[in-house]
């Protein structure tokens, strides 16, 4: 129905007392001095949310609330009518004031500020508001529209919001800013039937039955928290609600999850690990949880893993419910997922970023504190082991690339704000703060953190703004630490040189030098273990602060059968390899310990310093029947399926098939731990090419009669039948067609039915997939695209694929334009990941040969993705 013909009931405004109670906790900003009000020259209007623009606004506005409704069809393609009224108080009239919308200017019908009507002026993605409209002083602007769609995330029977970090302005005008936090009151009318969750608690709600129109319900909220605008959020659709209380917390799950399994085995775990989360933070901080309430949804196929959104938390449901099939490592994932969530209501929500140059600060914390609540939260799990899995190979994946940025990247313009995420934000940060607090001591960093978030509570906060909180609590220079760590890209590698008389150790030193030949150093603490043959061990601790240091405690110890390098994964940087260790490994009793020496490897393969790809398959085939920890198995695993189908040439990966299958098979069987034997029946599955292999995870697919000892699950059985159908497998259409017909989540049916052209053995179907993925409306569902292009550039079909890479790259652009803020890195990784070929690496070059302007950040994320092709032509080559 639309908003013109709803009683006007449905469009509350809010008072001026109640307004004003909503955004009292808004931090006003300085408000100039009549002697400093003179007009300054007139912002200009340009495309996205322009630094400049950025700094007057919070010069200008404060005071800021909204109230929006929506009335919402059950046809997806029908428009969404709506009504916003904006208020806010103005320091000074002396141009202009613009309003951030990122849409068609016909979805623009009707402009009033100030209770006249104005000429709607709207250009480059802005609605300018005439000086003459507007008063210092308080404000209100009145605008009837028809919402954006690029951010609504419409499917059939549910929709939802996800606006990070600019993405308000797509769905309605807005100051779409970090620290212009506002209260928002949101009336949503929907179809019947439809449940809805937003920021703010439900006030009431009203069953509209409808007459000439499709019965509706709509539902009013209370007015939110003070929030900034990417926070901003609602779902709607047809989803069952579920409530609980834990721990006197109230919590509200919206989900579409079918699977009964599913639900009895992690709706205790889901709410249970979030209430832990919450007292976790409520203690580390000492501030109680800052906000009226706290409940999630689970959206299948969300963009990310979850979204931090005050009051209504997204995940993606695959991350939340898992099923009896689920690894420790996929549990460890999920507690880590919701706490990192829950970290957010306090390192981003209540207090936020001034602008987007610092996106980082808020995920360094949120990770650096779910990685502490996971410790709590599942004591089971190795902490220390969990943080060198999960972090370092995803950092050193960007750091040594030619494309890697640091950790605090500049920002012009907010349009260019998704580039900033990645694997340096989400994993060297985080291996960049432990440093930091080992530098400061736990305690005196603890209080600092507690400092900034007293300080700075329901406003927003720089970088500097925390060093200097910091800085006055240890005697350490942080401002030279951060220099290197923070606002440089790159990583040192490390060299050491040992010296022995009469069998023992007179000296012992280390050096260290930028990757890329600079002068830097990153001054850090680390260990290093001496290993005897006995199995006797000695770690030291070195204060590598200078370009060459000593250990002075390695003086008069016994010489060591060989070293290991960094054996408590805490350091940064590519260490040495002593000669002896790849024998050595299976004397290494620590799981931290052998997890440091695998990454050592693998790094020092990719730099060329120490041994071949095929020396270190060789390695970690040997290792893979020893070792008993999960997550090194996890390690190992993936090393293996990186080499063998990255870093082998085709015809030796085809010889060495049949068996490396033997050896898994065979590891597999001997292993009792189940999740174990399920790693090792994936990697089984990953690499199988001869056709007995295939033919036998056919059987296990046909029968659904898993190994013995191994679980598989309704998801297993269709990654084995999307496996076999990407080998041509015989009759592969018929495969995925039996498979589809046992997939009983709509959701789940919808993807894969999506996945099926690229699949396909059709080279031409796998054609007019990928020109289809052209049209912007065939790349919604961004997780399907990314994993049908994984399918699409598998190495099985590079030889028919590769020609994609082109148009594939002159895609990007508009990608970053249209698509989440992960997309196009996923893009890039889903289309290069697999490539080996000196073809595909000049495409590349090429490409950025021909593009001598192209945005610098989108250049640094296709340089991150191509990396391991640069390293693939070398390397195979050799």
Same mark, same amino acid.
């Given at each position: 129905?639309?908003?013109?013909?709803?009683?006007?009931?449905?469009?509350?405004?809010?008072?001026?007392?109640?307004?004003?109670?909503?955004?009292?906790?808004?931090?006003?900003?300085?408000?100039?001095?009549?002697?400093?009000?003179?007009?300054?020259?007139?912002?200009?209007?340009?495309?996205?949310?322009?630094?400049?623009?950025?700094?007057?606004?919070?010069?200008?506005?404060?005071?800021?609330?909204?109230?929006?409704?929506?009335?919402?069809?059950?046809?997806?393609?029908?428009?969404?009518?709506?009504?916003?009224?904006?208020?806010?108080?103005?320091?000074?009239?002396?141009?202009?004031?613009?309003?951030?919308?990122?849409?068609?200017?016909?979805?623009?019908?009707?402009?009033?500020?100030? &209770?006249?009507?104005?000429?709607?002026?709207?250009?480059?993605?802005?609605?300018?508001?005439?000086?003459?409209?507007?008063?210092?002083?308080?404000?209100?602007?009145?605008?009837?529209?028809?919402?954006?769609?690029?951010?609504?995330?419409?499917?059939?029977?549910?929709?939802?919001?996800?606006?990070?970090?600019?993405?308000?302005?797509?769905?309605?005008?807005?100051?779409?800013?970090?620290?212009?936090?506002?209260?928002?009151?949101?009336?949503?009318?929907?179809?019947?039937?439809?449940?809805?969750?937003?920021?703010?608690?439900?006030?009431?709600?009203?069953?509209?039955?409808?007459?000439?129109?499709?019965?509706?319900?709509?539902?009013?909220?209370?007015?939110?928290?003070?929030?900034?605008?990417?926070?901003?959020?609602?779902?709607?659709?047809?989803?069952?609600?579920?409530?609980?209380?834990?721990?006197?917390?109230?919590?509200?799950?919206?989900?579409?999850?079918?699977?009964?399994?599913?639900?009895?085995?992690?709706?205790?775990?889901?709410?249970?690990?979030?209430?832990?989360?919450?007292?976790?933070?409520?203690?580390?901080? &000492?501030?109680?949880?800052?906000?009226?309430?706290?409940?999630?949804?689970?959206?299948?196929?969300?963009?990310?893993?979850?979204?931090?959104?005050?009051?209504?938390?997204?995940?993606?449901?695959?991350?939340?419910?898992?099923?009896?099939?689920?690894?420790?490592?996929?549990?460890?994932?999920?507690?880590?997922?919701?706490?990192?969530?829950?970290?957010?209501?306090?390192?981003?929500?209540?207090?936020?970023?001034?602008?987007?140059?610092?996106?980082?600060?808020?995920?360094?914390?949120?990770?650096?504190?779910?990685?502490?609540?996971?410790?709590?939260?599942?004591?089971?799990?190795?902490?220390?082991?969990?943080?060198?899995?999960?972090?370092?190979?995803?950092?050193?994946?960007?750091?040594?690339?030619?494309?890697?940025?640091?950790?605090?990247?500049?920002?012009?313009?907010?349009?260019?704000?998704?580039?900033?995420?990645?694997?340096?934000?989400?994993?060297?940060?985080?291996?960049?703060?432990?440093?930091?607090?080992?530098?400061?001591?736990?305690?005196?960093?603890?209080?600092?953190?507690? /400092?900034?978030?007293?300080?700075?509570?329901?406003?927003?906060?720089?970088?500097?703004?925390?060093?200097?909180?910091?800085?006055?609590?240890?005697?350490?220079?942080?401002?030279?630490?951060?220099?290197?760590?923070?606002?440089?890209?790159?990583?040192?590698?490390?060299?050491?040189?040992?010296?022995?008389?009469?069998?023992?150790?007179?000296?012992?030193?280390?050096?260290?030098?930028?990757?890329?030949?600079?002068?830097?150093?990153?001054?850090?603490?680390?260990?290093?273990?001496?290993?005897?043959?006995?199995?006797?061990?000695?770690?030291?601790?070195?204060?590598?602060?200078?370009?060459?240091?000593?250990?002075?405690?390695?003086?008069?110890?016994?010489?060591?059968?060989?070293?290991?390098?960094?054996?408590?994964?805490?350091?940064?940087?590519?260490?040495?390899?002593?000669?002896?260790?790849?024998?050595?490994?299976?004397?290494?009793?620590?799981?931290?310990?052998?997890?440091?020496?695998?990454?050592?490897?693998?790094?020092?393969?990719?730099?060329?310093?120490?041994?071949?790809?095929?020396?270190?398959?060789?390695?970690?085939?040997?290792?893979?029947?020893?070792?008993?920890?999960?997550?090194?198995?996890?390690?190992?695993?993936?090393?293996?399926?990186?080499?063998?189908?990255?870093?082998?040439?085709?015809?030796?990966?085809?010889?060495?098939?049949?068996?490396?299958?033997?050896?898994?098979?065979?590891?597999?069987?001997?292993?009792?731990?189940?999740?174990?034997?399920?790693?090792?029946?994936? /990697?089984?599955?990953?690499?199988?090419?001869?056709?007995?292999?295939?033919?036998?995870?056919?059987?296990?697919?046909?029968?659904?009669?898993?190994?013995?000892?191994?679980?598989?699950?309704?998801?297993?059985?269709?990654?084995?039948?999307?496996?076999?159908?990407?080998?041509?497998?015989?009759?592969?259409?018929?495969?995925?067609?039996?498979?589809?017909?046992?997939?009983?989540?709509?959701?789940?049916?919808?993807?894969?039915?999506?996945?099926?052209?690229?699949?396909?053995?059709?080279?031409?179907?796998?054609?007019?997939?990928?020109?289809?993925?052209?049209?912007?409306?065939?790349?919604?569902?961004?997780?399907?695209?990314? /994993?049908?292009?994984?399918?699409?550039?598998?190495?099985?079909?590079?030889?028919?694929?590769?020609?994609?890479?082109?148009?594939?790259?002159?895609?990007?652009?508009?990608?970053?334009?249209?698509?989440?803020?992960?997309?196009?890195?996923?893009?890039?990784?889903?289309?290069?990941?697999?490539?080996?070929?000196?073809?595909?690496?000049?495409?590349?070059?090429?490409?950025?040969?021909?593009?001598?302007?192209?945005?610098?950040?989108?250049?640094?994320?296709?340089?991150?993705?191509?990396?391991?092709?640069?390293?693939?032509?070398?390397?195979?080559?050799?």
């Amino acid at each position: 129905m639309s908003f013109l013909t709803r009683p006007r009931a449905a469009y509350p405004l809010l008072s001026l007392p109640l307004l004003l109670a909503a955004c009292a906790r808004v931090p006003l900003v300085p408000v100039a001095t009549p002697a400093a009000a003179v007009a300054a020259p007139a912002v200009a209007v340009v495309p996205g949310v322009s630094r400049e623009l950025a700094e007057d606004r919070a010069r200008r506005v404060s005071r800021l609330g909204y109230e929006l409704s929506l009335n919402v069809p059950a046809d997806k393609a029908a428009p969404i009518e709506a009504h916003e009224t904006v208020r806010f108080r103005l320091a000074d009239v002396g141009q202009p004031l613009q309003l951030d919308f990122k849409a068609p200017t016909a979805n623009l019908r009707r402009l009033r500020v100030n &209770g006249q009507p104005v000429p709607i002026d709207h250009h480059d993605e802005h609605l300018v508001l005439p000086t003459a409209a507007l008063k210092t002083g308080l404000n209100e602007v009145q605008i009837d529209f028809t919402a954006g769609n690029q951010s609504l995330n419409r499917n059939a029977d549910y929709l939802y919001t996800l606006l990070v970090p600019d993405r308000a302005r797509t769905v309605f005008p807005v100051f779409d800013q970090p620290n212009l936090k506002a209260a928002f009151t949101l009336t949503l009318d929907v179809p019947s039937g439809w449940e809805a969750m937003a920021n703010a608690p439900l006030r009431s709600s009203e069953n509209n039955l409808g007459g000439l129109f499709p019965p509706s319900t709509t539902y009013y909220f209370a007015p939110s928290d003070t929030i900034s605008t990417y926070l901003f959020s609602f779902a709607a659709g047809r989803f069952s609600r579920l409530e609980r209380t834990v721990a006197g917390r109230p919590m509200q799950l919206l989900h579409r999850e079918t699977d009964k399994s599913k639900l009895a085995l992690s709706l205790d775990p889901i709410f249970q690990i979030h209430a832990d989360a919450l007292r976790f933070m409520e203690s580390y901080t &000492g501030i109680p949880y800052p906000f009226q309430k706290f409940d999630f949804v689970a959206l299948p196929d969300f963009q990310y893993g979850g979204m931090e959104h005050v009051g209504a938390i997204d995940y993606k449901a695959s991350s939340l419910f898992l099923d009896e099939g689920a690894t420790q490592d996929q549990k460890n994932a999920r507690s880590n997922l919701i706490s990192h969530e829950t970290a957010h209501m306090w390192f981003g929500d209540l207090v936020t970023m001034q602008w987007f140059n610092d996106v980082w600060m808020k995920e360094v914390f949120a990770n650096f504190m779910a990685d502490k609540i996971t410790q709590v939260a599942l004591p089971e799990s190795n902490y220390d082991l969990k943080f060198v899995i999960d972090h370092y190979p995803a950092a050193y994946g960007v750091d040594r690339t030619s494309g890697a940025n640091p950790i605090r990247q500049n920002l012009e313009n907010l349009s260019d704000a998704g580039s900033l995420y990645g694997g340096i934000i989400y994993h060297k940060a985080p291996i960049m703060m432990r440093q930091l607090e080992r530098l400061m001591g736990e305690e005196p960093f603890r209080d600092g953190l507690r /400092a900034y978030l007293k300080q700075y509570a329901h406003g927003n906060a720089t970088w500097p703004d925390l060093i200097r909180i910091l800085d006055e609590r240890t005697p350490a220079d942080l401002q030279a630490w951060n220099q290197v760590w923070v606002n440089q890209p790159g990583r040192p590698v490390f060299d050491y040189d040992l010296k022995t008389s009469a069998g023992k150790i007179t000296r012992l030193t280390l050096t260290q030098q930028a990757e890329d030949g600079s002068e830097r150093i990153w001054p850090q603490l680390f260990e290093v273990l001496l290993v005897y043959p006995n199995g006797r061990t000695r770690e030291l601790t070195v204060n590598q602060n200078a370009r060459e240091v000593a250990v002075p405690a390695a003086v008069g110890e016994p010489a060591p059968a060989f070293i290991l390098f960094n054996s408590t994964g805490l350091g940064y940087g590519v260490f040495p390899i002593d000669k002896p260790l790849p024998v050595g490994l299976a004397t290494l009793t620590n799981p931290v310990a052998r997890a440091a020496a695998y990454v050592n490897l693998y790094e020092n393969m990719l730099n060329g310093r120490a041994l071949t790809p095929a020396e270190l398959l060789a390695v970690v085939r040997r290792q893979l029947p020893l070792e008993t920890e999960e997550l090194n198995l996890k390690l190992l695993t993936g090393q293996l399926t990186d080499v063998y189908w990255k870093l082998l040439p085709p015809a030796r990966r085809a010889t060495l098939a049949p068996a490396l299958e033997a050896e898994l098979w065979r590891a597999m069987e001997q292993n009792s731990a189940p999740n174990a034997k399920k790693l090792l029946f994936k /990697a089984y599955q990953s690499i199988a090419l001869s056709r007995a292999a295939q033919t036998r995870l056919y059987r296990i697919w046909d029968t659904q009669q898993a190994p013995a000892g191994v679980k598989l699950t309704e998801d297993d059985y269709t990654s084995l039948a999307l496996a076999l159908a990407v080998r041509d497998y015989p009759a592969p259409a018929l495969i995925l067609a039996r498979q589809l017909t046992r997939i009983p989540n709509p959701d789940r049916r919808k993807r894969m039915e999506f996945l099926l052209p690229a699949l396909s053995p059709d080279p031409a179907t796998r054609d007019a997939f990928f020109a289809s993925l052209a049209d912007e409306k065939n790349r919604e569902k961004e997780a399907w695209v990314t /994993a049908a292009l994984a399918y699409l550039h598998h190495p099985l079909r590079a030889a028919t694929s590769e020609k994609y890479l082109p148009q594939s790259l002159a895609l990007l652009e508009e990608i970053q334009q249209t698509g989440d803020i992960f997309f196009p890195y996923s893009w890039l990784q889903s289309t290069l990941g697999s490539y080996q070929t000196p073809t595909a690496a000049r495409t590349v070059r090429e490409f950025l040969r021909a593009h001598p302007s192209y945005n610098p950040q989108l250049r640094a994320k296709l340089l991150q993705a191509a990396d391991d092709v640069f390293r693939a032509e070398k390397l195979v080559q050799e």
